[in-house]
């Protein structure tokens, strides 16, 4: 079941240069990058952002699903089926269950049709949490699509630097 609530989380679960934004507040899709985006890309942006935070930091996914996922929801995470229903029939139990759960925004990029979060998602504040990559693909100002890379955080790493922080000049 552990397994299958990851891939859950990652499935809907995703700044490119940007502060992180802390659980309850959402960060300024504009604000998150230093390259230009087209008016499209940061309206995409802010809606797959504005769907985050409802859906993950405000425990409130059968809302996020209905204002944010389209008619169809392809979904690439194997574990998952296609659709929204399935999404926020999970975790709406999920978040009764995890009430602290939080997932926290460190990175958002924004090419075209196409929003990637770079995400730490955790269930209590001492979870160490994983790193995710949650990829949507926009349409129509609909969420469509969705693909996820997951990565449990180490308790240590070979290099000293932390899955989420970066310098912007990298």
Request: charged share 25%.
């Given at each position: 079941m552990k397994s299958f609530a990851l891939a859950v989380l990652a499935a809907l679960t995703f700044n490119?240069?940007?502060a992180p934004a802390s659980a309850g507040e959402a960060p300024s899709a504009s604000a998150q990058t230093s390259a230009a985006r087209t008016p499209t890309e940061a309206e995409?942006?802010?809606?797959v952002v504005a769907f985050y935070d409802l859906a993950f930091n405000q425990h409130r996914p059968t809302e996020a699903a209905r204002?944010?996922?389209?008619?169809?929801?392809?979904?690439h995470n194997p574990l998952v089926p296609n659709g929204a229903e399935p999404f926020y029939a999970y975790?709406?139990?999920f978040f009764r269950d995890n009430p602290?759960?939080?997932a926290t925004i460190h990175r958002v990029i924004a090419d075209g049709d196409l929003v990637a979060l770079h995400v730490h998602s955790q269930e209590t504040p001492d979870d160490p949490?994983?790193?995710?990559?949650?990829i949507f693909r926009v349409e129509n100002g609909k969420i469509v699509e969705h693909f996820d890379v997951?990565?449990?955080v180490p308790a240590t790493t070979a290099n000293g630097n932390t899955m989420f922080s970066g310098d912007k000049a990298d």
């Open positions: 490119a240069a940007a995409n942006a802010r809606i204002l944010y996922i389209g008619d169809r929801y392809i979904q975790f709406e139990g602290q759960s939080r949490g994983r790193a995710i990559v949650d997951i990565q449990a």
